[in-house]
C-alpha cells in the first residue's frame, strides 16, 4: 500500500505548458512535483539533489533525448524509475526505453487517469505488485475455471492457490501452454495426468465410462478447457483494467512423463482443482514488475 | 501458412547467433510438417499475438542446447543442463523471436510475443498447430536448431 508520505516525482521537461499541465494533474493527488528539470544536464544534477521517487523524462530536451537522458540518470541510480513522456507512441522508442531500463510510458497530451495510474504502477513495491497479480488475475482465473469447468464438464471443483516457489513445474501427462502479450506478460498451463485427462474428455464429450476415447479428442478436450479458460480470464481482466491490452496465443500442447517446464523470469502461482474427475492443475506466471 | 513468414526468422538467427558468439551459420532445409513434433530434448515454445497469431518452438537436443548455454556464457563449461544455461536458452529463445517480430514489423505485421516457456524431457511432444505448419533447420557452428513456426 501506498502510505501517507507524499511521493515526489522529478519532471523533466523543457515546455512550460507540460508543466503547467503536469501540476494540475498531479496536485491534490499522493504525489508532489520535487522540482523541474529544462535540460538534460539539469535533469541529472536535479535528481541528484532530490533523489525523487520518480522521473517524468520528456523524449525532446534541447541538449540531448530522453533516452540518453534517462541513461545518464540510471547511471547515478540503476533503480531510478523513469517514465517516459513523448508525443509518439512508437514501438521501437519503447523497446529502446525498455532495455536501458525505463519503468514505463505514457503519451502526451497527457491524460490525468493515465498518468496518475502509470505513476502509482512504476511506485508499487514489488510485494504490492504480488498483491494485485493475486488479487486481479489469479483471482479472476479461478473464478473463470469453476464455472467453466462445470459448464464443461458438470463437475464441481475445491480450488486452492498457492504462490510457487519453484521455476520448475513437473509434468506427467498433457501440459497446455497459452501465452499472454499485454501487461504484464506471461502464461498459463493447464496440465493434468492421462487418467484426468481422459475422465474429462469423457464428461466433456458426454460419453460413457467405459466406452472409448481416442488420444486425439482427449487431446483436443484439454485444449479446448485450456483455450476457454484462457481466453474467458483474459477477457474479465481486459474489462477490469482498460489499457491492459492482454491477448492469448494459441495453445501449444505438450506430452510426455518426467518433464519439467521452466519458466525462470516469472513470478507464478500453482493452482489445483480437485474434482471426482481427478485434479486439474495450473500454473500461471506474469512477468515481475508491469 | 504464408512461407514469406519464414524469412524474418531465419533473418534473426543469421544476425543474432553471431551476436552471441557463432561464426558459422548455415540455414538447412525447410519443411512442411502436420502432426505434434517430437522433442529432441529441450523444446522452447514462444508464442505470438496481434496482426498474425501463433506459435514458435525451438527445439535442439541437450548436448546443442549446453554448448549454445555454454558459448552465451563466454566459454563457461556447461556439464549439466542447469538452472543457468536453461536461463541463457530461454533469454536466447526470447532474442530470436524479438529480433523476428521486429523484422515482422518491417514487413508491415505487428506482433507481440510471449515469454518463452522451456520444456526439458525425454521422449515428448509438442503441437503448436492444428493446421500444416514450417520447419526450418539451421545451424550454429555444426549444431542444429530445428525451428517450428506455425503463424496465420
Known amino acids: 500500500m501506498i502510505d501517507l508520505k507524499k511521493i515526489r516525482v522529478l519532471v523533466v521537461d523543457d515546455s512550460r505548458m507540460s508543466h503547467a499541465m503536469m501540476d494540475g494533474i498531479i496536485s491534490r493527488t499522493n504525489f508532489e512535483i520535487c522540482d523541474y528539470a529544462k535540460t538534460s544536464a539539469e535533469a541529472v544534477e536535479k535528481y541528484q539533489i532530490h533523489k525523487p521517487d520518480v522521473v517524468t523524462m520528456d523524449m525532446n530536451l534541447p541538449d540531448a533525448d530522453g533516452l540518453e537522458s534517462s541513461k545518464r540518470i540510471l547511471a547515478v541510480n540503476p533503480k531510478a524509475k523513469i517514465i517516459m513522456v513523448s508525443a509518439m507512441r512508437d514501438a521501437s522508442l519503447m523497446m529502446q526505453g525498455r532495455a536501458i531500463g525505463i519503468s514505463a510510458f505514457v503519451q502526451k497530451p497527457l491524460i490525468a487517469n493515465e498518468l496518475l495510474d502509470t505513476l502509482c504502477m512504476v511506485c508499487q513495491s514489488d510485494e504490492d505488485s504480488l498483491k494485485i497479480l493475486e488479487e486481479s488475475y489469479i483471482k479472476t482465473f479461478i473464478k473463470v475455471l469453476k464455472k467453466n469447468l462445470f459448464s464443461l464438464a458438470g463437475v464441481h471443483s475445491e480450488v486452492s492457490y498457492a504462490l510457487s516457489e519453484e521455476s520448475k513445474l513437473e509434468i506427467n501427462g498433457i501440459a497446455i501452454i497459452i501465452g499472454f502479450t499485454g501487461k504484464p506478460i506471461g502464461r498459463s498451463i493447464i ?29 483436443e478436450c484439454m485444449e479446448e478447457t485450456a483455450n476457454i479458460i484462457a481466453g474467458r480470464s483474459v477477457s474479465m481482466i481486459n474489462d477490469i483494467f482498460k489499457d491492459r491490452e492482454l491477448r492469448i496465443t494459441p495453445p501449444g500442447i505438450i506430452v510426455g512423463n518426467n518433464l519439467s517446464i521452466v519458466n525462470p523470469k516469472l513470478t507464478t502461482f500453482n493452482i489445483v482443482a480437485s474434482t471426482k474427475l481427478g485434479d486439474l492443475k495450473m500454473n500461471i506466471g506474469f512477468a515481475g514488475g508491469e | 501458412m504464408d512461407v514469406k513468414l519464414i524469412n524474418p526468422f531465419i533473418d534473426a538467427f543469421t544476425t543474432i547467433m553471431p551476436q552471441i558468439g557463432f561464426q558459422n551459420i548455415v540455414r ?21 499475438t496481434k496482426e498474425i497469431r501463433g506459435n514458435v518452438a525451438y527445439n535442439m537436443t541437450d548436448e546443442t542446447a549446453r554448448f549454445i548455454a555454454s558459448i552465451m556464457m563466454c ?41 518463452p516457456s522451456l520444456t526439458i524431457g525425454d521422449g515428448f511432444t509438442i503441437k503448436i498447430s492444428d493446421a500444416q505448419y514450417l520447419v526450418i533447420e539451421m545451424s550454429a557452428d555444426g549444431h542444429n536448431i530445428e525451428i517450428n513456426i506455425a503463424l496465420k
Open chain 1, 191 to 219: 496440465h493434468t495426468d492421462f487418467d484426468t485427462m481422459n475422465n474429462f474428455a469423457r464428461a466433456i464429450l458426454s460419453r460413457q465410462i467405459d466406452e472409448k476415447i481416442t488420444e486425439e479428442e482427449a487431446n
Open chain 2, 28 to 48: 538447412g532445409k525447410v519443411s512442411v510438417r502436420d502432426k505434434a513434433a517430437n522433442s529432441l530434448g529441450v523444446t522452447v515454445l514462444v508464442g505470438v
Open chain 2, 75 to 115: 566459454g563457461m563449461p556447461v556439464a549439466a543442463f542447469d538452472e543457468m544455461a536453461q536461463s541463457a536458452i530461454s533469454e536466447l529463445s526470447n532474442m530470436l523471436t524479438a529480433n523476428a517480430a521486429t523484422n515482422l514489423t518491417a514487413l508491415g505485421i505487428e506482433v507481440d510475443i510471449s515469454t
